[in-house]
Nanobody
Framework: QVQLVESGGGLVQPGGSLRLSCAASGFTTDYYAIGWFRQAPGKDLQGVSS????????YYADSVKGRFTIARDNAKNTAYLQMNSLKPEDTAVYYCATGAGGLISANYDYWGQGIQVTVSS
């Protein structure tokens, strides 16, 4: 059974940092891309970042370039999203997903349950 579990969310002040983790089970992350998405209240799901399989090619949404970094540790079957210089507009529920890759949600087959990130003073 494929399962993805996010952790590391919470409340942080503007300018602060958080690192999200996505622990995978039931499959081997070596063969699938991992993507991070987010959904703010009243807004559509947005692709944030993704990382491909063997070559580690990465994508970032323009809104997070230079602030967020995606990484994966296949030995631990875990992916990460390091978020620095957080802004109030980064507030959202963040989801990790696995599938073919890129920033299009339809490319992904399995999703985590989501975790809240709130950026506020």
């Amino acid at each position: 059974q494929v399962q993805l579990v996010e952790s590391g969310g919470g409340l942080v002040q503007p300018g602060g940092s958080l690192r999200l983790s996505c622990a995978a089970s039931g499959f081997t992350t070596d063969y699938y891309a991992i993507g991070w998405f987010r959904q703010a209240p009243g807004k559509d799901l947005q692709g944030v970042s993704s990382i491909s399989t063997s070559d580690g090619f990465v994508y970032y949404a323009d809104s997070v370039k230079g602030r967020f970094t995606i990484a994966r540790d296949n030995a631990k079957n875990t992916a990460y999203l390091q978020m620095n210089s957080l802004k109030p507009e980064d507030t959202a529920v963040y989801y990790c997903a696995t599938g073919a890759g890129g920033l299009i949600s339809a490319n992904y087959d399995y999703w985590g349950q989501g975790i809240q990130v709130t950026v506020s003073s």
